[in-house]
């Protein structure tokens, strides 16, 4: 059993939001934790368009995902918050004193005053290829990701997909596997042309077999899978012996278990008012994408504007006999010294 | 002003009216167009777009970009016609264009 970790706040979601977040309520003395379900920062900045460039930010005519991102850890970087990375929060209680209880899925407890919630589209998740009975075999013969590799020695091993993942984890398993055989739908991979080359010596050594085509059915009793049918580009149907298939498709956002919480939900988005950003329930905050109110655009600068004035309520139920003076950056010292400037 | 047909999975057929300019996955969402997500919002970096444009009309749209056909592969039952809805600009040359939206996009 781990320690239970007490603090003020708990941010879900390491994107831009989560991160200002940090920022907005630092400014008022409150720490905070941050947990996202990636392996790294930014959210979908960091996922989904790192070097693409935005252009509505005020004051940053031109800045990619990745750059954002950056300027955001250096700008909170005097507030220490603590990340947890690749942990999702799994479950959620309200304790009889008003604060939360929240668990996540590597075991992590944390007990706190507020939560804020700034989940953008959901957690990402791995995207399950479209095989109806694919659920059947998952966590015996597919798998996601790979946790323990020595779980895989010995096994006749698919991987499907042609970027980084899959050829990272085809050149870390085959010296493991009895068989490692690739599917994808081209002879073109997108992934690091070193190991294109490492995965293409592999295949002229006769040690990895790659087939080109796209998978169709799994077939094996019990999600003890025997074979996996692919469909060649000719409109033929291969059929492939296998006992662990490694589908890597990229990733996907679901709502994943906030819809569980028991908080307000409207079309898989959380309603909040717009003084405090708010849920249904006290306490509970909702920033950036995941939330909507009338008027609600899905902008990065709205979700700063949020986190603004989400700090200013939840410094009065954090700390409910403290005087709340606003300040600026400018100006005060005070709020100068907690940056660590003055 | 251009029209675009979108055809679900299932067979059913919405026309609606498209802007010269815009792509064919923001006339999607514009006109609640089931079965296109666009969970990126046009960044070609999630392939939940995914369409299959008519066979009348591949030649007209023309095929995917190198970055759009990398993106292909995030994508499932991939076909020749394929391509990325966000991808395609609405001009007066697509007007009628006929797409099949796929069961299902992630």
């Given at each position: 059993m781990t320690e239970t970790i007490k603090t003020?706040?708990?941010?879900?979601?390491?994107?831009?939001?989560?991160?200002?977040?940090?920022?907005?309520?630092?400014?008022?003395?409150?720490?905070?934790h941050?947990?996202?379900?990636?392996?790294?920062?930014?959210?979908?900045?960091?996922?989904?368009?790192?070097?693409?460039?935005?252009?509505?930010?005020?004051?940053?005519?031109?800045?990619?995902?990745?750059?954002?991102?950056?300027?955001?850890?250096?700008?909170?970087?005097?507030?220490?918050?603590t990340?947890h990375?690749?942990?999702?929060?799994?479950?959620?209680?309200?304790?009889?004193?008003?604060?939360?209880r929240l668990g996540t899925?590597a075991g992590t407890v944390f007990e706190?005053?507020?939560?804020?919630?700034?989940?953008?589209?959901?957690?990402?998740?791995?995207?399950?290829?479209?095989?109806?009975?694919?659920?059947?075999?998952?966590?015996?013969?597919?798998?996601?990701?790979?946790?323990?590799?020595?779980?895989?020695?010995?096994?006749?091993?698919?991987?499907?997909?042609?970027?980084?993942?899959?050829?990272?984890?085809?050149?870390?398993?085959?010296?493991?596997?009895?068989?490692?055989?690739?599917?994808?739908?081209?002879?073109?991979?997108?992934?690091?042309?070193?190991?294109?080359?490492?995965?293409?010596?592999?295949?002229?050594?006769?040690?990895?077999?790659?087939?080109?085509?796209?998978?169709?059915?799994?077939?094996?009793?019990?999600?003890?899978?025997?074979?996996?049918?692919?469909?060649?580009?000719?409109?033929?149907?291969?059929?492939?012996?296998?006992?662990?298939?490694?589908?890597?498709?990229?990733?996907?956002?679901?709502?994943?278990?906030?819809?569980?919480?028991?908080?307000?939900?409207?079309?898989?988005?959380?309603?909040?008012?717009?003084?405090?950003?708010?849920?249904?329930?006290?306490?509970?905050?909702?920033?950036?994408?995941?939330?909507?109110?009338?008027?609600?655009?899905?902008?990065?600068?709205?979700?700063?504007?949020?986190?603004?004035?989400?700090?200013?309520?939840?410094?009065?139920?954090?700390?409910?006999?403290?005087?709340?003076?606003?300040?600026?950056?400018?100006?005060?010292?005070?709020?100068?010294?907690?940056?660590?400037?003055? | 002003?251009?029209?675009?047909?979108?055809?679900?999975?299932?067979?059913?057929?919405?026309?609606?009216?498209?802007?010269?300019?815009?792509?064919?996955?923001?006339?999607?969402?514009?006109?609640?167009?089931?079965?296109?997500?666009?969970?990126?919002?046009?960044?070609?970096?999630?392939?939940?777009?995914?369409?299959?444009?008519?066979?009348?009309?591949?030649?007209?749209?023309?095929?995917?970009?190198?970055?759009?056909?990398?993106?292909?592969?995030?994508?499932?039952?991939?076909?020749?016609?394929?391509?990325?809805?966000?991808?395609?600009?609405?001009?007066?040359?697509?007007?009628?264009?006929?797409?099949?939206?796929?069961?299902?996009?992630?």
């Amino acid at each position: 059993m781990t320690e239970t970790i007490k603090t003020d706040a708990v941010i879900i979601g390491a994107g831009p939001c989560g991160l200002f977040a940090v920022f907005e309520l630092g400014l008022l003395d409150i720490k905070a934790h941050v947990v996202d379900i990636l392996d790294k920062v930014g959210g979908q900045c960091a996922e989904l368009y790192p070097e693409k460039p935005i252009y509505d930010i005020p004051g940053l005519p031109e800045v990619t995902g990745q750059q954002l991102t950056e300027n955001l850890m250096a700008q909170i970087k005097p507030f220490e918050p603590t990340f947890h990375l690749s942990e999702m929060i799994e479950s959620l209680e309200k304790l009889p004193d008003g604060s939360f209880r929240l668990g996540t899925n590597a075991g992590t407890v944390f007990e706190t005053k507020v939560v804020i919630i700034a989940a953008g589209g959901g957690s990402f998740q791995p995207k399950k290829p479209p095989i109806s009975n694919v659920d059947e075999y998952e966590g015996q013969s597919v798998f996601y990701a790979v946790r323990k590799m020595e779980a895989f020695r010995g096994r006749d091993i698919l991987v499907a997909g042609g970027g980084d993942s899959a050829l990272d984890w085809l050149l870390n398993l085959q010296p493991l596997a009895n068989s490692m055989t690739i599917v994808h739908r081209r002879d073109d991979f997108r992934a690091a042309p070193d190991s294109v080359n490492k995965m293409r010596a592999l295949v002229a050594e006769g040690k990895v077999n790659l087939v080109i085509g796209q998978i169709g059915e799994l077939k094996g009793p019990g999600g003890k899978l025997e074979a996996a049918a692919v469909k060649l580009p000719d409109g033929t149907v291969s059929e492939i012996k296998c006992d662990a298939l490694l589908p890597f498709f990229g990733l996907t956002m679901k709502l994943g278990p906030l819809a569980e919480w028991g908080i307000n939900l409207e079309q898989n988005l959380i309603p909040v008012d717009t003084e405090k950003f708010e849920t249904s329930e006290p306490g509970i905050y909702a920033i950036g994408d995941i939330n909507t109110y009338p008027g609600k655009l899905k902008l990065i600068l709205s979700g700063f504007h949020e986190a603004a004035l989400m700090a200013q309520s939840a410094i009065r139920r954090i700390n409910p006999d403290k005087k709340v003076v606003f300040q600026y950056t400018t100006s005060s010292t005070n709020l100068q010294k907690k940056l660590g400037v003055a | 002003m251009p029209s675009i047909t979108f055809i679900s999975s299932s067979g059913e057929a919405r026309t609606v009216d498209a802007t010269n300019g815009s792509t064919v996955m923001e006339t999607a969402l514009q006109n609640g167009i089931p079965e296109i997500e666009a969970e990126c919002g046009g960044a070609c970096s999630c392939a939940t777009c995914h369409v299959y444009v008519d066979a009348e009309w591949t030649e007209k749209v023309g095929g995917p970009s190198p970055m759009e056909e990398d993106m292909l592969d995030f994508a499932f039952e991939v076909k020749p016609e394929s391509r990325l809805s966000c991808q395609i600009k609405v001009s007066d040359t697509l007007d009628g264009l006929k797409v099949h939206t796929p069961a299902r996009q992630g």
